[in-house]
């Protein structure tokens, strides 16, 4: 999932990572919906929102949504950061990283809800920023590593995309183009993660609270260690092959025994001068 860039990834690596961040986005944006009564994981309502605020003169509440959106746009930002400048000394730490500071926002946001929250607007706000930025950081880097095929925080491109392809599927040769079958499968299956990952945070948040971002961030902690554990077994595999092929060839170059010099000489003898 984390280990492939843009064209080198398979319609296979692109699902897997499609369903497991809309899962996991999906849970974000139903808690903070439950807990706070807003959405964190898109922005087209904030940008309304923003424009709402400003025609009212609510200057103050036009900065604190203002502010939500850029921290959005920063962590997506952030994530191509990484990806651009880290992917070629390792591609695997380069896509980590971004997830790695997504789990700490959601651990920060699980942490202080469990214990210090006090539910007053300032306390919101900033819970709010950085479940924000950490759903930018995920759709950024997403986004990022499938050459712009995964996108998991939102769905309303998806379900445009969607309605574009089963269009086209009313014709036949659109329906036997496997690249658009394949596209449908990845977006069908973008929206059903994000689905069943709102549903098990509805019913997370009524028995763990706060504690659900816990649930989040052991799942994608899931996510980096699955990808670690098989680029480790890759590169065992790997190893293991390149051992025995040497091994194989050593065989193979291995000289013939030397034969004692008393038995030459004693061949030498038995064999008649002509």
């Known amino acids: 999932m ?19 961040t809309a899962f ?41 949504v203002f502010a939500w959106i850029f921290l959005f746009f920063f962590g997506s930002f952030v994530s191509n950061m990484f990806v651009i400048h880290l992917n070629k ?10 997830v790695v500071l997504e789990i700490l926002c959601l651990v920060a946001v ?15 706000e900033t819970l709010l920023s950085l479940m924000l930025f950490a759903m930018g950081l995920q759709n950024g880097l997403t986004a990022s590593i499938s050459n712009f095929a995964v996108k998991t925080t939102h769905l309303t491109g998806t379900t445009t995309d969607l309605g574009i392809l ?35 945070s509805g019913f997370t948040y009524m028995y763990m609270g706060f504690g659900l971002f816990y649930v989040v961030s052991l799942f994608l902690v899931v996510v980096i260690f699955y990808d670690f554990y098989k ?3 890759s590169r065992y595999l790997s190893n293991k092959r390149s051992k025995m092929e040497t091994e194989q060839l050593e065989t193979i170059a291995k000289p013939l025994p030397n034969i004692p010099e008393h038995k030459k000489k004693r061949t030498q003898e038995e064999v008649p001068a002509y």
């Open 231 to 233: 680029l480790k077994l």
């Open 2 to 20: 984390l280990r492939k860039f843009s064209n080198s990834r398979t319609l296979g690596d692109n699902i897997r990572l499609g369903v497991l």
């Open 166 to 200: 089963f269009s086209m599927f009313t014709r036949k040769e659109y329906r036997q183009n496997k690249e658009l079958r394949g596209k449908a499968k990845l977006l069908l299956s973008i929206a059903a993660g994000y689905l069943v990952g709102a549903v098990a």
């Open 89 to 98: 000394r390792n591609a695997y730490v380069a896509h980590a990283l971004p």
């Open 24 to 64: 996991s986005a999906g849970m974000v944006n139903i808690a903070s919906l439950l807990l706070f009564f807003s959405f964190s994981s898109n922005i087209t309502g904030h940008f309304a929102i923003l424009a709402s605020e400003l025609v009212k003169g609510n200057l103050y509440q036009g900065a604190v």
């Open 110 to 124: 699980g942490t202080y809800g469990s214990f210090f929250y006090k539910e007053t607007l300032a306390e919101t």
